[in-house]
Protein backbone atom coordinates (compact mmCIF):
# COMPACT_ATOMS: atom_id res chain seq x y z
CA UNK A 1 0.00 0.00 0.00
CA UNK A 2 3.10 2.29 -0.55
CA UNK A 3 3.29 4.51 -2.82
CA UNK A 4 5.62 4.59 -5.25
CA UNK A 5 6.19 7.32 -7.46
CA UNK A 6 4.16 10.68 -6.27
CA UNK A 7 6.01 10.55 -3.21
CA UNK A 8 9.01 8.85 -3.64
CA UNK A 9 11.85 8.32 -1.17
CA UNK A 10 12.92 5.20 -0.61
CA UNK A 11 10.60 2.00 -0.57
CA UNK A 12 5.53 1.81 -0.76
CA UNK A 13 5.76 0.43 -2.28
CA UNK A 14 7.23 3.78 -0.89
CA UNK A 15 9.29 6.70 -1.74
CA UNK A 16 9.68 6.75 -3.43
CA UNK A 17 10.66 4.75 -5.17
CA UNK A 18 11.02 2.12 -2.55
CA UNK A 19 8.14 3.01 -0.62
CA UNK A 20 8.21 2.78 3.08
CA UNK A 21 8.60 -0.17 4.57
CA UNK A 22 7.98 -0.83 7.94
CA UNK A 23 11.25 -1.15 9.22
CA UNK A 24 12.36 -2.78 12.61
CA UNK A 25 12.04 -5.54 14.95
CA UNK A 26 10.15 -6.12 18.06
CA UNK A 27 11.79 -5.86 21.70
CA UNK A 28 12.31 -8.72 23.69
CA UNK A 29 14.74 -7.54 25.95
CA UNK A 30 11.86 -4.90 28.10
CA UNK A 31 10.62 -7.81 29.66
CA UNK A 32 11.45 -10.23 32.04
CA UNK A 33 10.80 -14.09 31.29
CA UNK A 34 9.70 -16.96 33.72
CA UNK A 35 8.83 -19.98 33.30
CA UNK A 36 5.98 -21.56 34.97
CA UNK A 37 5.78 -25.41 36.52
CA UNK A 38 3.31 -26.37 33.50
CA UNK A 39 6.25 -24.94 30.79
CA UNK A 40 4.38 -22.72 29.74
CA UNK A 41 6.42 -18.49 29.54
CA UNK A 42 5.19 -15.85 31.51
CA UNK A 43 6.49 -12.57 31.88
CA UNK A 44 5.91 -9.28 33.93
CA UNK A 45 4.19 -6.26 32.48
CA UNK A 46 6.27 -3.61 32.57
CA UNK A 47 3.77 -0.96 33.23
CA UNK A 48 1.09 -2.71 35.33
CA UNK A 49 3.06 -5.29 36.65
CA UNK A 50 0.81 -8.40 36.03
CA UNK A 51 1.62 -11.48 34.25
CA UNK A 52 1.41 -11.90 30.87
CA UNK A 53 1.40 -14.63 28.56
CA UNK A 54 4.81 -15.32 26.10
CA UNK A 55 4.52 -16.90 22.74
CA UNK A 56 8.18 -18.18 22.29
CA UNK A 57 9.70 -15.90 19.13
CA UNK A 58 6.97 -12.92 20.05
CA UNK A 59 6.92 -9.58 22.09
CA UNK A 60 5.31 -10.03 25.20
CA UNK A 61 2.43 -7.74 25.00
CA UNK A 62 -0.17 -6.93 27.99
CA UNK A 63 -4.26 -6.98 27.53
CA UNK A 64 -4.83 -5.11 31.00
CA UNK A 65 -3.00 -2.04 30.24
CA UNK A 66 -1.68 -2.49 26.11
CA UNK A 67 1.80 -2.39 26.95
CA UNK A 68 4.05 -3.23 24.48
CA UNK A 69 1.25 -3.74 21.30
CA UNK A 70 3.76 -1.66 19.43
CA UNK A 71 6.92 -2.84 20.46
CA UNK A 72 9.74 0.01 20.17
CA UNK A 73 10.99 0.00 16.29
CA UNK A 74 14.37 0.42 15.01
CA UNK A 75 14.90 3.29 13.84
CA UNK A 76 15.58 2.97 10.02
CA UNK A 77 17.57 5.80 7.91
CA UNK A 78 14.97 7.34 6.71
CA UNK A 79 14.58 9.09 2.79
CA UNK A 80 13.89 12.80 2.70
CA UNK A 81 10.60 11.96 1.36
CA UNK A 82 9.76 10.03 4.57
CA UNK A 83 11.14 12.44 7.28
CA UNK A 84 9.01 15.00 4.83
CA UNK A 85 5.98 12.77 5.43
CA UNK A 86 5.95 11.84 8.83
CA UNK A 87 6.58 15.66 9.80
CA UNK A 88 4.05 15.91 7.68
CA UNK A 89 1.34 13.20 8.98
CA UNK A 90 0.07 14.08 12.47
CA UNK A 91 -0.20 17.86 11.96
CA UNK A 92 -3.46 18.11 11.07
CA UNK A 93 -4.43 13.68 10.43
CA UNK A 94 -7.24 14.15 13.29
CA UNK A 95 -9.62 17.02 11.67
CA UNK A 96 -8.80 15.50 8.57
CA UNK A 97 -10.06 12.66 9.79
CA UNK A 98 -13.07 14.30 11.29
CA UNK A 99 -13.87 16.22 8.66
CA UNK A 100 -13.87 12.81 6.04
CA UNK A 101 -16.09 11.25 8.39
CA UNK A 102 -18.45 13.93 9.33
CA UNK A 103 -18.46 15.82 5.62
CA UNK A 104 -17.93 12.73 3.28
CA UNK A 105 -15.89 14.40 0.89
CA UNK A 106 -13.26 12.25 -0.23
CA UNK A 107 -12.59 13.25 -3.52
CA UNK A 108 -9.74 15.75 -3.56
CA UNK A 109 -10.79 19.38 -4.70
CA UNK A 110 -9.11 22.99 -5.22
CA UNK A 111 -8.41 24.48 -1.87
CA UNK A 112 -6.11 27.50 -1.49
CA UNK A 113 -3.57 25.71 -0.23
CA UNK A 114 -3.50 22.71 -3.23
CA UNK A 115 -3.32 26.22 -5.58
CA UNK A 116 -0.87 27.29 -3.96
CA UNK A 117 1.16 24.05 -4.00
CA UNK A 118 0.25 23.95 -7.49
CA UNK A 119 1.61 27.91 -8.12
CA UNK A 120 5.42 26.66 -6.49
CA UNK A 121 5.38 24.04 -8.68
CA UNK A 122 5.29 25.89 -11.37
CA UNK A 123 7.70 28.15 -10.38
CA UNK A 124 10.17 25.49 -9.74
CA UNK A 125 9.77 24.06 -13.45
CA UNK A 126 9.99 27.83 -14.44
CA UNK A 127 13.38 28.31 -13.02
CA UNK A 128 14.17 25.45 -15.40
CA UNK A 129 12.71 26.31 -17.99
CA UNK A 130 14.33 30.02 -17.64
CA UNK A 131 17.88 28.64 -17.93
CA UNK A 132 16.52 26.86 -21.60
CA UNK A 133 15.30 30.45 -22.57
CA UNK A 134 18.40 32.06 -21.44
CA UNK A 135 20.74 29.81 -23.36
CA UNK A 136 18.63 31.13 -26.62
CA UNK A 137 19.05 34.62 -25.53
CA UNK A 138 22.53 34.61 -25.28
CA UNK A 139 23.22 32.47 -28.79
CA UNK A 140 20.72 35.06 -30.41
CA UNK A 141 22.38 37.83 -28.50
CA UNK A 142 25.68 37.02 -29.05
CA UNK A 143 26.21 35.14 -32.08
CA UNK A 144 27.70 32.17 -32.19
CA UNK A 145 31.22 33.65 -30.14
CA UNK A 146 33.26 30.96 -28.12
CA UNK A 147 32.12 32.91 -25.07
CA UNK A 148 28.50 32.73 -25.93
CA UNK A 149 28.47 29.11 -27.16
CA UNK A 150 30.49 28.55 -23.60
CA UNK A 151 27.49 30.55 -21.56
CA UNK A 152 24.79 28.85 -23.42
CA UNK A 153 26.16 25.27 -23.32
CA UNK A 154 26.64 26.24 -18.90
CA UNK A 155 22.96 27.15 -19.17
CA UNK A 156 21.84 24.28 -20.69
CA UNK A 157 23.79 22.11 -18.31
CA UNK A 158 21.98 23.88 -15.20
CA UNK A 159 18.48 23.33 -17.28
CA UNK A 160 19.62 19.42 -17.42
CA UNK A 161 20.61 19.30 -14.15
CA UNK A 162 17.39 20.79 -12.64
CA UNK A 163 15.29 18.99 -15.61
CA UNK A 164 12.05 17.55 -14.00
CA UNK A 165 12.36 14.28 -12.36
CA UNK A 166 9.89 12.03 -13.36
CA UNK A 167 9.55 8.25 -11.09
CA UNK A 168 11.38 5.40 -13.14
CA UNK A 169 12.14 1.84 -12.38
CA UNK A 170 15.06 0.94 -11.11
CA UNK A 171 16.99 -1.57 -12.96
CA UNK A 172 15.98 -4.70 -11.17
CA UNK A 173 12.34 -4.00 -11.46
CA UNK A 174 11.42 -6.40 -14.31
CA UNK A 175 7.60 -5.30 -15.38
CA UNK A 176 5.60 -8.20 -16.74
CA UNK A 177 2.74 -8.14 -19.54
CA UNK A 178 -0.98 -9.12 -19.82
CA UNK A 179 0.62 -11.79 -21.78
CA UNK A 180 2.88 -13.10 -19.40
CA UNK A 181 0.38 -12.73 -16.27
CA UNK A 182 -3.30 -13.44 -17.89
CA UNK A 183 -4.66 -14.05 -14.66
CA UNK A 184 -3.38 -11.36 -12.88
CA UNK A 185 -4.14 -8.96 -15.57
CA UNK A 186 -7.45 -10.31 -15.43
CA UNK A 187 -7.96 -9.54 -12.08
CA UNK A 188 -6.80 -5.88 -12.26
CA UNK A 189 -9.03 -4.99 -15.76
CA UNK A 190 -12.09 -6.64 -13.93
CA UNK A 191 -11.05 -4.31 -10.67
CA UNK A 192 -10.13 -1.09 -13.49
CA UNK A 193 -13.31 -1.78 -15.55
CA UNK A 194 -15.10 -1.34 -11.92
CA UNK A 195 -13.83 1.77 -10.84
CA UNK A 196 -14.00 2.89 -14.51
CA UNK A 197 -9.99 3.74 -14.69
CA UNK A 198 -7.22 2.97 -17.11
CA UNK A 199 -6.36 0.13 -17.40
CA UNK A 200 -2.74 -1.17 -15.77
CA UNK A 201 0.04 -1.23 -18.02
CA UNK A 202 2.61 -3.35 -16.61
CA UNK A 203 3.12 -5.68 -12.67
CA UNK A 204 5.96 -5.67 -11.43
CA UNK A 205 6.71 -8.57 -8.98
CA UNK A 206 9.09 -8.60 -6.04
CA UNK A 207 9.07 -10.12 -2.45
CA UNK A 208 8.09 -7.16 -0.04
CA UNK A 209 5.43 -7.58 2.06
CA UNK A 210 3.74 -4.55 0.35
CA UNK A 211 1.93 -3.68 -2.41
CA UNK A 212 2.30 0.10 -4.66
CA UNK A 213 1.16 2.09 -7.58
CA UNK A 214 3.23 4.37 -9.41
CA UNK A 215 3.36 5.73 -13.17
CA UNK A 216 6.48 6.14 -14.68
CA UNK A 217 7.84 8.14 -17.82
CA UNK A 218 6.46 10.51 -20.06
CA UNK A 219 3.84 8.18 -20.94
CA UNK A 220 2.78 8.13 -17.66
CA UNK A 221 2.14 4.34 -17.68
CA UNK A 222 0.59 2.52 -14.89
CA UNK A 223 2.68 0.27 -13.22
CA UNK A 224 1.46 -1.81 -9.93
CA UNK A 225 4.05 -3.31 -7.45
CA UNK A 226 2.78 -6.68 -6.03
CA UNK A 227 4.69 -8.26 -3.40
CA UNK A 228 4.73 -11.63 -3.68
CA UNK A 229 4.62 -13.11 0.06
CA UNK A 230 2.03 -10.42 0.82
CA UNK A 231 -0.57 -11.58 -1.78
CA UNK A 232 0.26 -15.02 -0.77
CA UNK A 233 -0.84 -14.72 2.58
CA UNK A 234 -4.11 -13.04 1.95
CA UNK A 235 -7.85 -14.48 1.44
CA UNK A 236 -9.48 -13.71 -2.51
CA UNK A 237 -11.58 -10.72 -1.53
CA UNK A 238 -8.37 -9.62 0.79
CA UNK A 239 -6.29 -9.36 -2.58
CA UNK A 240 -9.32 -7.86 -4.67
CA UNK A 241 -9.36 -5.07 -1.79
CA UNK A 242 -4.93 -5.14 -2.11
CA UNK A 243 -5.45 -4.38 -5.47
CA UNK A 244 -8.73 -2.10 -5.44
CA UNK A 245 -6.37 0.39 -3.02
CA UNK A 246 -3.11 0.08 -5.58
CA UNK A 247 -5.15 0.81 -9.04
CA UNK A 248 -7.19 3.50 -7.06
CA UNK A 249 -4.33 5.35 -6.73
CA UNK A 250 -4.80 5.83 -10.29
CA UNK A 251 -8.04 7.37 -9.89
CA UNK A 252 -8.72 9.42 -7.08
CA UNK A 253 -7.04 12.72 -7.67
CA UNK A 254 -3.70 12.94 -5.55
CA UNK A 255 -2.47 15.82 -5.77
CA UNK A 256 1.19 14.67 -5.13
CA UNK A 257 0.49 12.12 -8.07
CA UNK A 258 0.31 14.60 -10.45
CA UNK A 259 2.96 15.28 -12.74
CA UNK A 260 3.19 19.08 -11.90
CA UNK A 261 3.63 18.74 -7.53
CA UNK A 262 5.06 15.10 -8.56
CA UNK A 263 7.47 16.00 -10.16
CA UNK A 264 8.16 18.96 -8.54
CA UNK A 265 8.71 17.37 -5.04
CA UNK A 266 10.97 14.95 -6.89
CA UNK A 267 13.41 17.41 -8.84
CA UNK A 268 13.83 19.35 -5.78
CA UNK A 269 14.21 16.23 -3.24
CA UNK A 270 17.36 15.37 -6.21
CA UNK A 271 18.64 18.78 -5.76
CA UNK A 272 19.21 18.89 -2.49
CA UNK A 273 20.85 15.14 -2.86
CA UNK A 274 23.35 17.32 -5.65
CA UNK A 275 23.59 20.45 -3.95
CA UNK A 276 24.26 19.02 0.02
CA UNK A 277 27.85 19.22 0.80
CA UNK A 278 29.72 16.42 2.50
CA UNK A 279 32.10 18.63 4.88
CA UNK A 280 31.83 22.26 4.87
CA UNK A 281 36.25 22.53 4.87
CA UNK A 282 37.63 18.98 4.36
CA UNK A 283 40.15 19.54 7.08
CA UNK A 284 42.51 16.94 4.93
CA UNK A 285 42.53 19.88 2.38
CA UNK A 286 44.33 22.22 5.06
CA UNK A 287 43.89 25.33 3.37
CA UNK A 288 42.68 24.25 0.24
CA UNK A 289 39.44 23.16 2.17
CA UNK A 290 38.86 26.47 4.40
CA UNK A 291 39.35 28.00 0.92
CA UNK A 292 36.19 25.81 -0.09
CA UNK A 293 34.29 26.96 3.01
CA UNK A 294 32.23 29.97 0.78
CA UNK A 295 31.42 27.87 -1.44
CA UNK A 296 30.16 25.17 0.55
CA UNK A 297 28.12 27.38 2.46
CA UNK A 298 26.41 28.77 -0.41
CA UNK A 299 25.52 25.01 -1.21
CA UNK A 300 24.20 24.20 1.93
CA UNK A 301 21.69 27.30 1.60
CA UNK A 302 20.54 25.92 -1.85
CA UNK A 303 20.11 22.44 -0.66
CA UNK A 304 18.48 24.03 2.39
CA UNK A 305 16.28 26.58 0.27
CA UNK A 306 15.73 23.20 -1.97
CA UNK A 307 14.57 20.86 0.71
CA UNK A 308 12.39 23.42 2.54
CA UNK A 309 10.39 23.93 -0.92
CA UNK A 310 10.37 20.85 -1.18
CA UNK A 311 8.33 20.50 1.76
CA UNK A 312 6.29 23.62 1.63
CA UNK A 313 4.79 21.88 -2.14
CA UNK A 314 4.07 18.49 0.39
CA UNK A 315 2.77 20.02 3.18
CA UNK A 316 0.55 22.20 0.67
CA UNK A 317 -0.85 19.29 -0.94
CA UNK A 318 -0.85 16.76 2.16
CA UNK A 319 -4.42 17.62 3.28
CA UNK A 320 -5.71 16.78 -0.29
CA UNK A 321 -3.42 13.87 -1.12
CA UNK A 322 -4.51 11.99 2.45
CA UNK A 323 -8.01 12.49 1.11
CA UNK A 324 -7.45 11.25 -1.60
CA UNK A 325 -5.88 8.09 0.64
CA UNK A 326 -9.31 7.93 2.32
CA UNK A 327 -10.70 7.68 -1.27
CA UNK A 328 -8.32 5.15 -2.55
CA UNK A 329 -9.83 2.62 0.91
CA UNK A 330 -13.11 3.69 0.06
CA UNK A 331 -13.08 2.35 -3.58
CA UNK A 332 -10.86 -0.70 -2.42
CA UNK A 333 -14.24 -1.49 -0.68
CA UNK A 334 -16.41 -0.98 -2.99
CA UNK A 335 -14.87 -3.47 -5.19
CA UNK A 336 -13.78 -5.50 -2.18
CA UNK A 337 -16.30 -5.34 0.34
CA UNK A 338 -15.83 -3.70 3.53
CA UNK A 339 -14.98 -6.84 5.58
CA UNK A 340 -11.99 -7.82 3.39
CA UNK A 341 -10.45 -4.30 3.26
CA UNK A 342 -10.66 -3.81 7.01
CA UNK A 343 -9.13 -7.53 6.92
CA UNK A 344 -6.22 -6.57 4.81
CA UNK A 345 -5.57 -3.53 6.76
CA UNK A 346 -4.93 -5.96 9.83
CA UNK A 347 -3.01 -8.48 7.97
CA UNK A 348 -0.54 -5.79 6.69
CA UNK A 349 0.44 -5.55 10.58
CA UNK A 350 2.09 -8.71 9.87
CA UNK A 351 5.37 -7.04 9.34
CA UNK A 352 7.38 -8.60 12.61
CA UNK A 353 6.67 -12.22 11.10
CA UNK A 354 7.65 -11.27 7.90
CA UNK A 355 10.77 -9.51 9.34
CA UNK A 356 11.35 -12.93 11.07
CA UNK A 357 10.95 -14.67 7.50
CA UNK A 358 13.73 -12.30 6.15
CA UNK A 359 16.18 -13.04 9.04
CA UNK A 360 15.29 -16.39 8.11
CA UNK A 361 16.47 -16.31 4.54
CA UNK A 362 19.80 -15.29 5.43
CA UNK A 363 20.37 -18.22 7.40
CA UNK A 364 18.52 -20.64 4.71
CA UNK A 365 18.41 -19.06 1.38
CA UNK A 366 17.36 -21.83 -0.58
CA UNK A 367 14.10 -22.77 0.97
CA UNK A 368 11.23 -21.28 -0.73
CA UNK A 369 10.79 -18.28 0.87
CA UNK A 370 7.25 -17.54 -0.16
CA UNK A 371 6.10 -20.89 1.51
CA UNK A 372 8.31 -20.14 4.77
CA UNK A 373 6.21 -16.83 5.31
CA UNK A 374 3.09 -18.50 4.89
CA UNK A 375 4.22 -21.43 6.88
CA UNK A 376 5.04 -18.88 9.64
CA UNK A 377 1.87 -16.66 9.09
CA UNK A 378 -0.23 -19.95 9.45
CA UNK A 379 1.28 -20.31 13.18
CA UNK A 380 1.03 -17.09 14.52
CA UNK A 381 -0.30 -18.03 17.98
CA UNK A 382 -3.50 -16.38 18.63
CA UNK A 383 -2.18 -13.85 20.79
CA UNK A 384 0.23 -12.37 18.06
CA UNK A 385 -3.24 -11.94 16.17
CA UNK A 386 -4.81 -10.28 18.59
CA UNK A 387 -2.05 -7.98 19.27
CA UNK A 388 -2.08 -7.39 15.65
CA UNK A 389 -5.82 -6.11 15.71
CA UNK A 390 -5.01 -4.23 18.56
CA UNK A 391 -2.14 -2.42 16.70
CA UNK A 392 -4.33 -1.92 13.84
CA UNK A 393 -6.64 0.04 16.11
CA UNK A 394 -4.16 1.83 18.27
CA UNK A 395 -4.12 5.61 17.87
CA UNK A 396 -1.24 6.81 16.04
CA UNK A 397 -0.32 3.41 14.20
CA UNK A 398 0.78 3.89 10.61
CA UNK A 399 1.94 1.27 7.76
CA UNK A 400 4.00 4.04 6.36
CA UNK A 401 4.17 7.60 6.17
CA UNK A 402 2.14 8.27 3.05
CA UNK A 403 -1.04 6.53 4.81
CA UNK A 404 -3.20 8.03 7.54
CA UNK A 405 -3.06 6.21 10.51
CA UNK A 406 -4.46 2.37 10.26
CA UNK A 407 -7.68 2.95 12.73
CA UNK A 408 -8.56 5.96 11.22
CA UNK A 409 -8.45 4.37 7.56
CA UNK A 410 -10.65 1.41 9.64
CA UNK A 411 -13.24 3.99 11.07
CA UNK A 412 -13.89 5.88 7.89
CA UNK A 413 -14.11 2.49 6.27
CA UNK A 414 -16.70 1.61 9.46
CA UNK A 415 -18.18 5.48 9.26
CA UNK A 416 -19.84 4.73 5.80
CA UNK A 417 -19.18 1.14 4.46
CA UNK A 418 -19.66 0.72 0.47
CA UNK A 419 -23.25 -1.51 0.70
CA UNK A 420 -21.92 -3.01 -2.94
CA UNK A 421 -19.14 -5.43 -4.04
CA UNK A 422 -18.27 -4.94 -7.41
CA UNK A 423 -15.32 -7.56 -8.02
CA UNK A 424 -15.60 -11.03 -6.27
CA UNK A 425 -12.58 -12.92 -6.98
CA UNK A 426 -13.53 -16.85 -7.23
CA UNK A 427 -10.86 -19.27 -4.97
CA UNK A 428 -10.19 -20.95 -8.47
CA UNK A 429 -9.20 -17.77 -10.23
CA UNK A 430 -7.18 -16.81 -6.77
CA UNK A 431 -5.43 -20.39 -7.17
CA UNK A 432 -4.42 -19.16 -11.19
CA UNK A 433 -2.95 -16.21 -9.82
CA UNK A 434 -1.14 -18.64 -7.41
CA UNK A 435 -0.21 -21.12 -10.59
CA UNK A 436 0.93 -18.60 -12.41
CA UNK A 437 2.80 -16.42 -9.69
CA UNK A 438 5.08 -19.55 -8.97
CA UNK A 439 7.63 -19.34 -10.92
CA UNK A 440 8.54 -15.68 -10.44
CA UNK A 441 9.19 -16.30 -7.04
CA UNK A 442 12.47 -17.66 -7.42
CA UNK A 443 13.92 -14.52 -8.44
CA UNK A 444 11.74 -12.32 -6.77
CA UNK A 445 13.61 -14.02 -3.41
CA UNK A 446 16.93 -13.93 -4.79
CA UNK A 447 16.60 -10.22 -5.19
CA UNK A 448 15.43 -9.71 -1.84
CA UNK A 449 18.13 -12.16 -0.28
CA UNK A 450 20.82 -9.79 -2.36
CA UNK A 451 19.28 -6.56 -0.81
CA UNK A 452 19.49 -7.73 2.97
CA UNK A 453 22.85 -8.71 2.15
CA UNK A 454 23.47 -5.26 1.04
CA UNK A 455 21.94 -3.98 3.63
CA UNK A 456 24.00 -5.87 6.20
CA UNK A 457 27.62 -4.85 4.43
CA UNK A 458 26.43 -1.01 3.77
ZN1 LIG B 1 -2.33 4.30 -0.85
ZN1 LIG C 1 -0.07 -4.14 31.90
Not at 21 to 32: E, L, Q, R
Amino acid sequence: MTDRGGDRGADDTGNEYRAVFPAGSPTFGSASSLRSRSGSSTAECRHCRRPVPVDPGYSPWCDRCGWNVQPVRERQKRSLHDRLNRALGPRSAKSLYDEVVRGRRLRPTLTLSSILAFVLASAVHGLTLSFVILAAVVLVGGGLSVLSVVAAAVCLGIAWLLRPRLPRLSEDDRVLSREQLPATFGLLDDIAASLKTRRIDGVVLDARFNAAFTQIGWRRRRIVFIGLPLLAVLEPQERVALLGHEVAHGANGDPRRTFLAGAAIDSLVTWYELLYPDELAPPEEGVVGLAALPANLMLLALAKLAYGTAYLVALLSWRESQRAEYLADHLAATVAGTPATIALFEKLHLTSTYERAVQGLAVNPDKDFVAEFQQRVAVVPDRERERMRRLARLEGARLDATHPPTPDRVGALRQHPPSIQLVTLSHSRSQQIDAELQSFRAAAQQRLADEATDTLYA
